[in-house]
């Protein structure tokens, strides 16, 4: 049975998840087999396993730094939220509703045995497991029935490093205030605190310290510096999302993302801001919008209020006028159906009833409960329009959607048709053709019109040298030329051909800095001496 390290914060953002990917790292660089593990996760940014199902991101991130597939046992429990109050839940990577926010703290408590299965299971399979905790375990209105933090780590016997962030300001008061707020139980869990996302000169901070270790009783065990890495990020309080509506950076090419209310699967635009001669950036207001070369409508969870956002604050016209003086418009999933004439929910899957779609593209999109969720790979199709050189080029990613999206243009197999005459000449057609990595069927996805596209692939612009591409392309139309690198390939130029080496540089990095900044040795030791025992789901929801 492996042994247990668990991080936990001292708020959201406080810099959990990267710590645990980098300690996962590390056991994996000493020769453990490591696995990450968060029994309840609640973000937008999500990810489909091979299997089909659906789990967090933070958690994939993890396991690709731990050198393993990421599997739906690292985060049995997702929520991705759909309102202010309710969120779909999503059980062991299969949708098991929605729910309002009294609703679920009422219910989760019958979900621990699965936790509990779901970590025992992989503790079978490894000899470290890294546990991440959630927000605070100090919410003192939510400790009853705890099944992400002390409630967690008490029925694993995990023991506890406690993270707080500087940067913020009142670390000491971040890290001493919840340790009194635990109980004697949960304290006893709590073996060190680490102090995060520290600028300085770390003299000045040593007296702070020893009082910290004095009050608390634990020791520091490490002051890690503010890193800058390039690793993908599920939290809504990201770094890039943070600096929403700046202003253009003056590059060569400029890609404005909408950052609507319901955003998800951020992540699948990282790619452009490895690209030295690219801005990407965040757009929330019609003013801040600016004249983009490409505009992207991203994912949403919640698709008709999106839209229904997007005419209220005036974005809609804008993109309209935008699209209408040429600029390239690109939706992905939510954003894709976007762009079509309209949406329909008979089902209530959002909200019910119907909206008008943006108008962009020839196509209709329906929601059901079921929803779509597999891993595809494939080739782009025959584009029109600027994006025409892309054709051909190969992709792969995969789809998470509850709705169904059918064109106009397909209504009839008539090759001779006016429909069909229609569309060879407004330049209408798929954006690509996929297959599907379980079944293995085949089929199209996507539409182009013009310089419009849209796909249901997340994870298409990772594809080797397509984001680059794009750059190229929407330079090339802007008469800016692209300046070659000369000699040597810098890491960003890396970063666009092999993504996968590029992360693993990352990951290295992250090790790197920890093991210069936390006392392993120490590290070690708490996780050698802990008495973790088997998680039993017999025992009950909250054994003692």
């Known amino acids: ?24 790292r590390i056991f994996r660089q000493d020769g453990y087999r490591v696995a990450p593990f968060k029994s309840q996760n609640m973000a937008l940014n999500s990810f489909i396993t091979e299997e089909g199902l659906e789990m967090g991101r933070a958690q994939v991130m993890q396991a690709e730094a731990a050198g393993i597939a990421p599997d739906v046992r690292m985060n049995p429990i997702l929520l991705k939220p759909t309102t202010d109050t309710g969120s779909q839940v999503i059980v062991q990577g299969e949708v ?12 989760k408590k019958s979900l621990m045995p699965m936790v509990l299965e779901a970590y025992k299971s992989l503790a079978s399979e490894y000899d470290i497991i890294v546990i991440e905790g959630a927000g605070s375990p100090a919410e003192i209105n939510l400790k009853k029935d705890d099944i992400v933090n ?69 020791p520091v065990v490490g002051v890690v510096p503010f890193m ?13 999302l943070s600096q929403t509506n700046r202003p253009p950076a003056g590059k060569p090419v400029e890609i404005a993302v909408i950052r609507l209310p319901h955003l998800s699967n951020f992540t699948d635009f990282n790619v452009f801001s490895r690209i030295q001669e690219a801005d990407l950036r965040y757009v929330s207001r019609p003013s801040a919008l600016g004249k983009p070369d490409m505009i992207i409508l991203p994912g949403t969870k919640n698709t008709m209020a999106d839209l229904r956002w997007l005419r209220e604050s005036g974005m809609a016209a804008a993109i309209n006028a935008l699209r209408e003086s040429g600029c390239t418009v690109f939706g992905v999933c939510g954003g894709y159906q976007m762009l079509g004439r309209g949406i329909s929910d008979p089902e209530k899957t959002e909200e019910g009833g119907s909206a008008a779609g943006l108008g962009f593209l020839d196509t209709e999109t329906v929601f059901s409960k079921e929803k779509r969720r597999t891993r595809v790979c494939g080739r782009i199709g025959n584009l029109p329009g600027i994006l025409q050189p892309l054709s051909g080029m190969q992709i792969e990613g995969y789809e998470i959607h509850m709705g169904r999206t059918s064109k106009g243009w397909h209504t009839t197999k008539d090759t001779g048709s006016a429909e069909n005459a229609a ?34 692939v997340h994870g298409v612009f990772d594809a080797p040298g397509l984001a680059r591409k794009i750059i190229e392309i929407l330079a090339a139309q802007k008469g800016v030329p692209l300046q070659a690198a000369e000699g040597k390939r810098d890491e960003n130029a890396a970063a666009e ?10 990951y290295d990095l992250l090790a790197d800095t920890l093991r210069r900044h936390l006392d392993m040795k120490r590290i070690y030791e708490i996780i050698m001496e802990s008495e973790n025992r088997p998680a039993d789901p017999a025992e009950g929801a909250f054994p003692d």
Not at 228 to 240: A, F, K, M
């Open 423 to 456: 569309r060879d000449i407004f330049g209408v057609g798929d954006f690509c053709v996929i297959r599907d990595h379980r079944t293995g069927a085949e089929s199209t996805d996507g539409t182009a019109c013009g310089n419009i596209y849209g796909t249901y």
């Open 497 to 506: 051909t092999d993504l996968r080496t590029y992360k693993e540089t990352q």
């Open 150 to 218: 002390m409630g967690l780590a008490k029925a694993v016997g995990a023991p506890v490093l406690l993270a707080g962030d500087i940067d913020r300001g009142g670390v000491f008061a971040q890290l001493l205030g919840t340790q009194m707020l635990l109980e004697p139980d949960e304290q006893a869990l709590l073996k060190g605190f680490i102090i995060n996302k520290f600028r300085g000169d770390k003299s000045i901070l040593d007296p702070g310290i020893v009082m910290l270790e004095e009050r608390g009783g634990i």
């Open 96 to 107: 098991l509703g929605d729910m309002d926010a009294r609703k679920y703290f009422a219910y």
């Open 1 to 24: 049975m492996a042994k247990a390290i668990m991080i936990q914060g001292t708020m959201s953002n406080a810099g959990k998840s990267l710590l645990a990917a980098g300690l996962c």
């Open 228 to 240: 800058q890495l390039d690793i993908d990020d599920e939290d809504s309080l990201s770094p890039q």
